[in-house]
């Protein structure tokens, strides 16, 4: 039985010692000195922050926010969760949920390419200002002004400014159609 155990403690040895190499070795694979979680919902404060050359990330009031929305160089993002979105987002705005997977964000990091402004709304001004912070590490571009919408999709929707419905348009799945909300035309 000590030499079943033992054998087996040499495979499993060898094999996590050969998957280490082949991951060294690849370019795509993982780089432990240097590895953030794939997901951008880290507080704020902890883990690495943004550059020193970054600004900070702005809070907005929504009125101030929709006057920017206008911009073909403005993305706005929505970090709720899919159903959330699904039921009432800012029109416009692609799902970047606050779970997102790297790949996820990384999609939204390549979204920004071009822009001078992503603005993020979540239920409340704390979720987005948490994916704002991690989307301002992820992107390193000290010209890009990253705003976190104050109160949340609800003060947005209470000012009455622009709203759809439906899943993300610009986001990958099997309905990609977004239908205009019938409260706001």
Same mark, same amino acid.
């Not at 951008?40 to 404060?45: L, Q």
């Not at 990330?57 to 920017?68: H, N, W, Y």
């Given at each position: &039985?000590?030499? *079943?155990?033992? $054998?087996?403690?040499?495979? *499993?040895?060898?094999? /996590?010692?050969? %998957?280490? =190499?082949?991951?060294?070795?690849?370019?795509?694979?993982?780089? !432990?000195?240097? !590895?953030?979680?794939?997901?951008?919902?880290?507080?704020?404060?902890?883990?690495?922050?943004?550059?020193?050359?970054?600004?900070?990330?702005?809070? &907005?009031?929504?009125?101030?926010?929709? @006057?920017?929305? @206008?911009?073909?160089?403005?993305? #706005?993002?929505?970090?709720?969760?899919?159903?959330? !979105?699904?039921? %009432?987002?800012?029109? %416009?705005? #692609?799902? =970047?949920?606050? @779970?997102?997977?790297?790949?996820?964000?990384?999609?939204?990091?390549?979204?920004?390419?071009?822009?001078?402004? =992503? #603005?993020?709304? @979540?239920?409340? /001004?704390?979720?987005?200002?948490?994916?704002?912070?991690? &989307? $301002?590490? $992820? #992107?390193? $571009?000290?010209?890009?002004?990253?705003?976190? =919408?104050?109160?949340? !999709?609800?003060?947005?929707?209470?000012?009455?400014?622009?709203?759809?419905?439906?899943?993300?348009?610009?986001?990958?799945?099997?309905?990609?159609?977004?239908?205009?909300?019938?409260?706001?035309?």
């Amino acid at each position: &039985m000590v030499r *079943l155990a033992a $054998r087996a403690g040499c495979l *499993l040895g060898a094999a /996590t010692l050969a %998957g280490l =190499l082949v991951n060294g070795v690849r370019a795509d694979g993982v780089r !432990f000195s240097n !590895f953030v979680a794939p997901n951008a919902c880290a507080n704020p404060g902890e883990g690495e922050t943004s550059s020193p050359a970054a600004p900070a990330v702005e809070v &907005m009031a929504p009125g101030d926010a929709a @006057g920017l929305c @206008g911009d073909p160089t403005t993305l #706005i993002a929505d970090v709720r969760s899919a159903d959330e !979105f699904a039921k %009432g987002h800012a029109s %416009g705005a #692609i799902h =970047l949920p606050c @779970g997102a997977s790297g790949q996820v964000a990384d999609t939204a990091v390549g979204l920004v390419r071009g822009r001078q402004t =992503l #603005i993020l709304y @979540g239920s409340t /001004t704390a979720d987005a200002r948490r994916v704002a912070e991690e &989307m $301002r590490r $992820r #992107i390193h $571009r000290a010209d890009l002004r990253v705003v976190a =919408l104050a109160g949340g !999709f609800a003060a947005w929707d209470q000012a009455g400014l622009a709203c759809a419905s439906g899943p993300c348009a610009a986001c990958p799945g099997p309905s990609r159609d977004a239908t205009q909300d019938p409260r706001h035309p």
